[in-house]
């Protein structure tokens, strides 16, 4: 059974960071891309990040590129979101998924649960 568990939300004042955590289980994890979503109250899923299977490439939002950095490791299974310099926009739901390592949805094979990000201004 593949689980992502999602970990390391809460709640933040603007401008300041958090990290999350996605591990994983059940799975090939160095051989599968992972990436971060969020969703926004009243608003779509949205792509944040995503990473290969090695860690060498990474991928953002354009619009949240500044503030965040992805990274894994791979003996614990775990990809980390770094994210500084929050603001109240950047307050949502964030959703780990593996198996892809773009900006569709669909190409994601399996979803975490998710995490809360407050960031209140």
């Known amino acids: 059974q593949v689980r992502l568990v999602e970990s390391g939300g809460g709640l933040v004042q603007a401008g300041g960071s958090l990290t999350l955590s996605c591990t994983a289980s059940?799975?090939?994890?160095?051989?599968?891309?992972i990436g971060w979503w969020r969703r926004a109250p009243g608003k779509d899923r949205e792509f944040v990040a995503a990473?290969?299977?090695?860690?060498?490439?990474?991928h953002y939002a354009d619009s949240v590129k500044a503030q965040l950095t992805i990274s894994r490791d791979n003996p614990s299974s775990t990809v980390s979101l770094q994210m500084s310099n929050l603001q109240p926009e950047d307050t949502a739901v964030y959703y780990c998924?593996?198996?892809?390592?773009?900006?569709?949805?669909?190409?994601?094979?399996?979803w975490g649960q998710g995490t809360r990000v407050t960031v209140s201004s």
């Open positions: 998924a593996s198996g892809a390592y773009g900006t569709r949805a669909a190409s994601y094979t399996y």
């Open positions: 990473i290969s299977i090695s860690g060498t490439g990474t």
């Open positions: 059940g799975l090939d994890f160095s051989q599968t891309p």
